[in-house]
């Protein structure tokens, strides 16, 4: 599921030109991935604990991010993205829980907090906070009903 999801960040990513058929099936997918990423999006805390370092719901969900933020930074996409109902609720809660997460135990969703010395970051979880303002900035961009929420 990872691959898959790497796969499709690179197709979303990419800055050729798209078809409308291709946007079309950008916008189903993009139905899928928000409807996934907002049922497992607590996958991400349980990395707090050690043992569950390589949880593989977890390393979905966080793939599953990176997409949805890819996908937000595409305007074909995005005013799909922010219309979408639940998803800026469910990115804001989770970042809220990461942050209070990150407070009770050692802070792995931020590279400040990750790096000891200068061993390399390699944790799956790092720079995860700043995907979720990331998505949340896309969400709320040029969207007053959303920065109202937020």
Known sequence: R???LE????????QNAVTSEEMNVFMRHADFLAVCFQEK??????LTAAADAEDEEALVTIRLLDVLCEMTSNNGQLEHLQAFPGLLETAIDTLRLTHLAGKQAVNIFTATHAMTGQEEISHPAVGFKSHLIRLIGNLCYKNKENQDKV
């Not at 960040?9 to 990419?14: A, N």
């Not at 999006?41 to 349980?46: E, F, I, P, T």
């Open 41 to 46: 999006c607590g996958a991400v805390l349980k």
């Open 2 to 4: 990872v691959t898959l």
């Open 7 to 14: 796969l499709m960040m690179v197709k979303v990513s990419d």
